[in-house]
């Protein structure tokens, strides 16, 4: 049999987050990244989703390690919650290791997990895999590929990436080693297809540092900045600006704080001498020497920006005098929060930079051009497109044709797919168990797809409860049935429906005792096919309705 | 005293829908349109949302008619519900008047309603008011302005246009009447503020059509667009790009026949000779030969395109072979329900035509470069923007002080807000009632805000019914506490959760019984708190906990 290397996405195909992907050979297992999805807005109550691992839990004797690319949630936010479940060495770079290192705290994890930093350029042994670091472009700092030595070949694994070559940190993506392993050959890339349905390429990073100067140039206002609290190296270009125009920056909003805390005292922020003031501080200096970076970027509820437009933040008061400056997009589906933000700063008076049109904001990921660069250095004989929806999945499999791979080179995956690589072949080689595990307060997992439809249906029409105290002697009802609504109608105003629906669920009630006996499940029955069939005909609702019977 | 004028807008300020303006003078009174709004995300279980119109029942003795600006469901969504509150005769074009008789006829309203059909150009005397009918380009056949003319002077109510110099029905916006108008002098302005982020202009409608001939154009595919089903002028443009290119069409969808019956019945819309066919017959003809039109362009659950997409639609399978043309841009809060319809149709193969950048869809509101020709040719000594969120607003206003008006002459006002108008002044004067009524099932308005904050907490963590039997004679409980549970856990995973929250609760019921005697607000709050914090403490969760104490 021709030996076989198998990758398994976890997480990441066919949606945006949650990237996680195995990779299988001669027995041992090595994971790439371990990140989290946000919830739809039909995910009622759920406050993040998680990919499922049950295949490594299963397989934890022959895991050999987890490599991270970068420090974003979608890549490192399933950490905490997978390692309780499932304790494996982290590999990573220095960056990304001081963001892990935070969340293993609050998880009260340092302890228990072994976290090895390794530098950009460098490789590490994990059992018969040899992962080697290559320095990569992204928004944030500290990003790598992987390159994947087995004795059957190489497997390129982008994870996030740009081309930027002026880039803030000064160091350019590692394009000479993309061009070395084509050389030497490479037998899969797998590569992000976030940006692959954009043509041309992504601006370099430094183009939004210009946009700041000019909105710097001349303003008498407070300028507050939001963005990701984890693009460092947009934040080093708010600082750059505020030192050349003699400004003061304070920070504001934890998840700002605790990254800026990280990334100057690792060196990957260089705070301009006397910039950094607390923000109980910098409300002494006059307007136009100050600026306040903060998060809330994408209209997040309680978001110190939030705060501040909503009047709710304890020491930031805004107004006329003041320019925010959204130094950022809208994630798909926050559209409605972030333009509510904007809004509500426009009421108070404040100026909001917001343009799409005015450079205010860059992607990290590639665009079409960038892509068939990296196709192009790489040369891999097999291609596998990641971390995207169908669609860009399917635009990416077309940009490769359209470079000359045969399509019966290309998979195109899902998660869970165990993909199957022999030397001449790709495959798609059954499944593994795969999918969304919901995080819910202490909870991970206990929220499955029966309480999501419940809650669906409540948030919907609520809920009616019908009480039945039924004799345990004779069966007979004890008393009239209690009807008890919540979310369903404003019962001041229902006094004769909540009449009605009680001498309705006591003619069910009656005609079932008489008939069956001591029967709860048939009373039950009855009772709820009746009230329900009765709200619906006259409310055109459809409440859930939960009979509950007390036998005394 | 100086004579009056009031305006009050009941809808369309601070948000985009359920347009609806009174206008007041000489103690008569005219409304201006009568939308509906969708719910947003947060609005569980809502269908639709109409304007408060307390105040026009309350004065509805001195209301002279209802005034309709064109046939979009937010200027006309809300008349069915507003009529049978308040009966008011209602004019309109013949286009919006074939619409709006729809909308009565599902009611059972038509014969209880007078429906005036008026055409641009001409004039209605209602009251104290003569209504001049103006004709305007949008994105719906036979939309119109409006100049409402009074002993005080004239207003301009813009409803929603564009300037479109090449439209489909050859009729440009009556540019010359808005000249003729500012010249005799405009009272004020009241004008579409939609696109006002906008700079230039919007494209003309013709340049869709040419999209459409290129994507015709040696296309082997059976081919499928989807658009607004109101938005007549491009669906002609399908038309006549089938009967250019010997296909022949057939439409899907609901809204879609509806509206297409309408305007060829009227004679809004030419059909080429032998082009349409049923599409149930569409079918036996070959793929180039077909195209399909269909309801679905902003990803609506149920919709045709959306069941073609997730192989429930009855006629018409798709694949291979099939390309789709989303002639449609998604409306803010709509783009993951969009995203999710296009990844499904690239999973079955289908081609997907969905890129801005392609000129596949236009506004039908006008951009900064043409609401500057409405303010100059009107010259109003008053101004005050309609139709649109804060920012919106804002930005009009300073697009109208950039033109050289005074600041003192807008007026940034809220739904509710009564605005004065002397032949001098322009203030805010108090408000009237005004905001959100909601629609959901058969019901409109008997559910409101403490209905809405119980479908919220019901959907984010579910719900904890625990049932009391309590002996009438002496209080104590007659058996052991019941806990059914909806939305919170899954039960068979959580067996240990429920016998403890039995014996929380039989706790806090002993503790209260013996202290307080028969007192049942006591007891529920007492074993409502215990279980509540209970939970909280061991799962981080919040669910509405319900007591329920049946005395026997």
Redesign the interface.
């Known amino acids: 049999m021709a030996e076989k290397l198998k990758i398994i996405p976890l997480g990441g195909l066919?949606e945006i987050g949650k990237n996680m992907t195995a990779y299988e050979y001669g027995g041992e297992i090595i994971v790439v990244d371990c990140g989290m999805a946000f919830p739809?807005?039909d995910m009622?109550?759920i406050d993040l989703i998680i990919p499922d691992v049950s295949y490594l839990i299963k397989n934890r004797a022959r895991i050999r390690g987890l490599f991270i690319t970068h420090g974003h949630e979608d890549h490192v936010g399933a950490i905490p919650y997978v390692l309780k479940q499932l304790n494996m060495p982290i590999y990573c770079t220095r960056f990304t290791a001081g963001l892990i290192k935070l969340k293993l705290e609050e998880h009260g994890l340092v302890k228990s997990t072994k976290l090895i930093t390794v530098e950009p350029g460098k490789s590490v042994r994990a059992g018969k895999f040899t992962v080697e670091f290559i320095h990569v472009n992204h928004s944030i700092a500290d990003s790598v590929a992987f390159a994947i030595h087995t004795h059957m070949g190489t497997i390129v694994h982008t994870g996030d990436f740009k081309i930027d070559s002026t880039p803030i940190d000064g160091e350019v993506i590692d394009l000479a080693r993309f061009g070395e392993l084509g050389k030497e050959g490479v037998l899969a890339l797998l590569a992000d297809s976030t940006n692959v349905?954009r043509?041309g390429f992504t601006p370099s990073e430094k183009t939004v540092g210009a946009t700041f100067k000019r909105q710097f140039q001349g303003c008498e206002d407070r300028i507050i900045v939001t963005t990701f609290a984890s693009n460092v190296h947009r934040i080093q270009q708010v600082l750059d600006a505020a030192a050349a125009f003699g400004r003061k920056v304070a920070v504001t909003g934890r998840s700002m704080e605790n990254i800026m805390k990280v990334s100057t005292e690792l060196g990957y922020m260089k705070v301009p001498k006397n910039t950094l003031v607390d923000i109980n501080r910098i409300k002494g200096l006059p307007k136009n020497k100050q600026v306040i970076v903060t998060t809330g970027s994408q209209g997040e509820e309680m978001s110190a920006l939030y705060r501040m437009a909503f009047s709710q933040h304890k020491q930031v008061e805004i107004g006329a005098g003041d320019k925010v400056i959204i130094s950022a997009s809208a994630i798909?589906?926050n559209?409605?929060t972030v333009?509510r933000v904007?809004?509500?700063l426009?009421?108070k008076g404040v100026k909001?930079v917001y343009?799409r049109a005015d450079m205010l904001h860059v992607s990290g990921h590639a665009c079409q051009e960038e892509l068939k660069i990296i196709h192009a250095l790489t040369k891999p004989r097999f291609f596998i497109p990641l971390h995207g929806?169908?669609?860009m999945l399917?635009i990416h499999s077309q940009l490769a044709q359209d470079m000359g791979m045969d399509r019966n080179h290309i998979a195109i995956a899902d998660n869970g797919s165990v993909i199957e690589i022999t030397a001449k072949t790709i495959k798609l080689g059954g499944t593994v168990p795969s999918g969304e595990v919901y995080v819910?307060?202490?909870?991970v997992g206990?929220?499955?797809a029966?309480?999501?439809r419940?809650?669906?249906?409540?948030?919907?029409?609520?809920?009616v409860?019908v009480?039945l105290?039924i004799s345990a002697h004779d069966g007979n009802l004890?008393?009239e049935p209690?009807i008890?609504t919540?979310?369903?109608?404003?019962v001041k105003?229902?006094g004769d429906l909540m009449k009605e629906l009680q001498s309705v669920a006591r003619d069910a009630a009656e005609n079932v005792s008489r008939k069956r006996g001591r029967d709860d499940g048939e009373l039950k029955g009855s009772v709820k096919s009746a009230v329900s069939s009765y709200l619906f005909k006259?409310?055109?609702?459809n409440p859930?309705v939960?009979p509950?019977v007390?036998r005394?």
């Open positions: 066919n739809g807005d009622y109550g349905e043509p798909p589906g559209e409605v333009s904007i809004n509500e426009f009421r909001v343009d929806e169908q669609r399917q819910d307060g202490s909870g206990d929220v499955g029966v309480v999501m419940d809650r669906k249906r409540l948030a919907e029409d609520g809920m409860v009480v105290p004890l008393s209690e008890i919540r979310g369903f109608i404003y105003e229902s006259t409310t055109k609702r859930m939960i509950v007390t005394l």
